[in-house]
Protein backbone atom coordinates (compact mmCIF):
# COMPACT_ATOMS: atom_id res chain seq x y z
CA UNK A 1 0.00 0.00 0.00
CA UNK A 2 2.62 1.97 0.25
CA UNK A 3 4.59 4.60 2.83
CA UNK A 4 2.72 5.74 5.35
CA UNK A 5 1.21 9.84 4.88
CA UNK A 6 3.18 11.73 7.70
CA UNK A 7 1.37 12.36 11.06
CA UNK A 8 0.62 16.13 11.60
CA UNK A 9 3.14 18.14 13.03
CA UNK A 10 3.12 20.68 15.68
CA UNK A 11 4.84 24.17 15.62
CA UNK A 12 8.00 22.48 17.64
CA UNK A 13 8.33 19.77 14.73
CA UNK A 14 6.96 17.30 17.75
CA UNK A 15 3.85 15.05 16.05
CA UNK A 16 0.27 14.65 17.49
CA UNK A 17 -1.77 11.57 16.89
CA UNK A 18 -6.23 11.66 17.80
CA UNK A 19 -7.42 10.58 20.22
CA UNK A 20 -10.95 10.04 18.75
CA UNK A 21 -12.50 8.75 15.42
CA UNK A 22 -15.72 8.41 14.10
CA UNK A 23 -16.72 6.56 10.74
CA UNK A 24 -20.22 7.32 9.59
CA UNK A 25 -21.42 4.42 7.51
CA UNK A 26 -18.53 2.50 6.10
CA UNK A 27 -20.38 0.05 3.92
CA UNK A 28 -22.28 0.20 0.61
CA UNK A 29 -25.05 -2.41 -0.97
CA UNK A 30 -22.48 -2.76 -3.10
CA UNK A 31 -19.57 -3.58 -0.20
CA UNK A 32 -22.33 -5.21 1.92
CA UNK A 33 -22.18 -8.04 -0.43
CA UNK A 34 -18.85 -8.34 -1.30
CA UNK A 35 -16.74 -10.48 0.98
CA UNK A 36 -13.84 -9.13 -0.15
CA UNK A 37 -14.13 -5.99 0.43
CA UNK A 38 -15.61 -6.52 3.50
CA UNK A 39 -12.41 -8.32 4.77
CA UNK A 40 -10.29 -5.45 3.48
CA UNK A 41 -12.43 -2.87 5.22
CA UNK A 42 -13.01 -4.75 8.49
CA UNK A 43 -8.94 -4.89 8.36
CA UNK A 44 -8.48 -1.27 7.90
CA UNK A 45 -10.57 -0.04 10.83
CA UNK A 46 -9.32 -2.67 12.83
CA UNK A 47 -5.69 -1.96 12.33
CA UNK A 48 -4.96 0.97 10.92
CA UNK A 49 -7.64 3.39 12.24
CA UNK A 50 -7.61 1.60 15.87
CA UNK A 51 -3.73 2.01 15.54
CA UNK A 52 -3.65 5.65 14.74
CA UNK A 53 -2.46 6.17 18.75
CA UNK A 54 0.47 6.64 19.79
CA UNK A 55 2.16 4.30 22.12
CA UNK A 56 0.34 4.38 25.98
CA UNK A 57 -2.32 6.81 24.36
CA UNK A 58 -5.88 6.54 24.83
CA UNK A 59 -8.15 6.07 21.77
CA UNK A 60 -11.80 5.74 21.27
CA UNK A 61 -13.16 4.65 18.00
CA UNK A 62 -16.90 4.89 17.12
CA UNK A 63 -18.64 3.57 14.10
CA UNK A 64 -22.30 4.12 13.57
CA UNK A 65 -23.24 0.86 11.29
CA UNK A 66 -26.67 -0.24 9.42
CA UNK A 67 -26.75 -4.00 9.00
CA UNK A 68 -27.58 -4.70 5.47
CA UNK A 69 -26.88 -8.61 4.77
CA UNK A 70 -25.71 -11.41 7.34
CA UNK A 71 -22.06 -11.11 7.62
CA UNK A 72 -21.47 -7.89 5.92
CA UNK A 73 -19.34 -5.30 7.50
CA UNK A 74 -21.74 -4.29 9.96
CA UNK A 75 -22.91 -7.50 11.14
CA UNK A 76 -19.04 -8.51 11.44
CA UNK A 77 -18.52 -5.51 13.39
CA UNK A 78 -21.09 -5.91 16.00
CA UNK A 79 -19.91 -9.18 17.00
CA UNK A 80 -18.37 -8.84 20.44
CA UNK A 81 -17.05 -12.47 20.32
CA UNK A 82 -15.04 -12.12 16.92
CA UNK A 83 -14.44 -8.21 17.59
CA UNK A 84 -14.34 -7.38 21.22
CA UNK A 85 -12.16 -3.99 20.60
CA UNK A 86 -15.12 -2.80 18.84
CA UNK A 87 -18.32 -3.04 21.74
CA UNK A 88 -21.09 -3.65 19.30
CA UNK A 89 -24.26 -2.84 20.54
CA UNK A 90 -27.78 -3.31 18.38
CA UNK A 91 -30.06 -1.47 18.48
CA UNK A 92 -33.91 -1.22 17.22
CA UNK A 93 -35.74 0.79 14.74
CA UNK A 94 -38.45 0.86 16.45
CA UNK A 95 -39.15 -0.11 20.13
CA UNK A 96 -43.07 0.29 20.50
CA UNK A 97 -45.50 1.35 18.11
CA UNK A 98 -47.72 3.45 19.18
CA UNK A 99 -51.50 3.07 20.31
CA UNK A 100 -53.31 5.44 18.59
CA UNK A 101 -52.64 4.30 14.96
CA UNK A 102 -55.08 6.91 13.77
CA UNK A 103 -52.49 9.52 14.71
CA UNK A 104 -50.08 7.97 12.84
CA UNK A 105 -51.96 7.37 9.74
CA UNK A 106 -52.65 11.20 10.17
CA UNK A 107 -48.92 11.91 10.39
CA UNK A 108 -48.10 9.74 7.57
CA UNK A 109 -50.89 11.32 5.03
CA UNK A 110 -49.61 15.09 6.38
CA UNK A 111 -45.86 13.89 5.44
CA UNK A 112 -46.72 12.98 2.27
CA UNK A 113 -48.39 16.14 1.34
CA UNK A 114 -45.68 17.91 2.74
CA UNK A 115 -43.26 15.83 0.61
CA UNK A 116 -45.17 16.78 -2.89
CA UNK A 117 -44.61 20.23 -2.91
CA UNK A 118 -44.28 23.37 -1.31
CA UNK A 119 -43.41 26.92 -1.63
CA UNK A 120 -40.72 29.04 0.10
CA UNK A 121 -41.09 32.88 0.40
CA UNK A 122 -38.31 35.22 1.76
CA UNK A 123 -40.03 38.65 2.72
CA UNK A 124 -37.33 41.51 2.23
CA UNK A 125 -38.11 45.03 2.97
CA UNK A 126 -37.93 46.01 -0.97
CA UNK A 127 -39.42 42.48 -3.10
CA UNK A 128 -40.54 38.71 -2.45
CA UNK A 129 -37.91 36.45 -3.14
CA UNK A 130 -40.07 33.03 -3.99
CA UNK A 131 -39.54 29.18 -4.97
CA UNK A 132 -41.42 26.28 -5.70
CA UNK A 133 -40.34 22.61 -5.07
CA UNK A 134 -41.68 18.82 -5.21
CA UNK A 135 -40.03 16.76 -2.67
CA UNK A 136 -39.93 12.84 -2.97
CA UNK A 137 -38.58 9.93 -0.91
CA UNK A 138 -34.98 9.51 -0.19
CA UNK A 139 -34.52 13.27 0.17
CA UNK A 140 -35.07 13.97 -3.78
CA UNK A 141 -36.38 17.14 -4.82
CA UNK A 142 -36.61 19.34 -8.12
CA UNK A 143 -36.76 22.83 -8.17
CA UNK A 144 -39.89 24.37 -10.13
CA UNK A 145 -40.04 27.37 -10.38
CA UNK A 146 -38.87 30.53 -8.70
CA UNK A 147 -38.66 34.12 -8.83
CA UNK A 148 -39.58 37.50 -6.97
CA UNK A 149 -42.21 39.91 -6.28
CA UNK A 150 -42.64 41.94 -8.30
CA UNK A 151 -40.98 40.73 -11.16
CA UNK A 152 -37.91 42.48 -12.05
CA UNK A 153 -36.86 43.89 -15.79
CA UNK A 154 -33.36 41.74 -15.98
CA UNK A 155 -31.86 38.51 -14.38
CA UNK A 156 -28.97 40.55 -12.70
CA UNK A 157 -29.94 42.26 -9.28
CA UNK A 158 -30.19 41.97 -5.19
CA UNK A 159 -32.54 43.03 -3.04
CA UNK A 160 -30.97 46.36 -2.79
CA UNK A 161 -30.78 46.83 -6.85
CA UNK A 162 -33.93 45.75 -7.89
CA UNK A 163 -35.20 48.31 -10.25
CA UNK A 164 -39.18 47.71 -9.14
CA UNK A 165 -39.74 47.61 -5.41
CA UNK A 166 -42.92 46.73 -3.48
CA UNK A 167 -43.63 49.99 -2.85
CA UNK A 168 -43.88 50.72 -6.59
CA UNK A 169 -46.89 48.18 -6.86
CA UNK A 170 -48.00 48.85 -3.27
CA UNK A 171 -48.23 53.11 -3.13
CA UNK A 172 -50.03 53.08 -0.31
CA UNK A 173 -47.95 50.88 2.16
CA UNK A 174 -46.81 47.53 2.69
CA UNK A 175 -45.55 45.87 5.79
CA UNK A 176 -45.70 42.49 6.47
CA UNK A 177 -48.42 42.87 9.15
CA UNK A 178 -51.01 44.22 6.65
CA UNK A 179 -54.04 42.49 5.46
CA UNK A 180 -53.04 43.29 2.38
CA UNK A 181 -49.87 41.23 2.50
CA UNK A 182 -51.71 38.00 3.43
CA UNK A 183 -53.84 38.44 0.52
CA UNK A 184 -50.86 39.03 -1.41
CA UNK A 185 -49.24 35.73 0.00
CA UNK A 186 -52.28 33.35 -0.29
CA UNK A 187 -52.42 34.34 -4.20
CA UNK A 188 -48.75 33.39 -4.70
CA UNK A 189 -48.84 30.24 -2.93
CA UNK A 190 -51.88 29.15 -4.18
CA UNK A 191 -53.13 26.99 -1.02
CA UNK A 192 -49.61 25.11 -1.40
CA UNK A 193 -47.44 24.87 1.91
CA UNK A 194 -45.71 27.30 3.16
CA UNK A 195 -42.35 28.50 4.86
CA UNK A 196 -42.01 32.45 5.14
CA UNK A 197 -38.78 33.83 6.37
CA UNK A 198 -39.91 37.44 7.56
CA UNK A 199 -36.49 39.87 7.99
CA UNK A 200 -34.27 36.97 9.48
CA UNK A 201 -37.59 34.88 11.51
CA UNK A 202 -38.71 31.65 10.07
CA UNK A 203 -42.72 31.90 10.43
CA UNK A 204 -45.83 29.54 9.68
CA UNK A 205 -48.64 30.96 7.46
Known amino acids: MGSDPPHPSQADGSTFRPSLVLIDGPQTDEVAGSPTQVANRLEIMTGAILGLAGPGQNFAGLCTITVIKPHDLADQLLDRDAHPEWQGKRTRLVYQWPDREDLLAQYAELRRDGLRSGVAIDI ?74 ARGRTVDE
Open 124 to 197: QERLLFWSVASWGGGYSGHLLAYGTHPEQPGANFTAASAKRTLADVHPGGFTFHQAEHHMLLDHLTSEQPIAVS
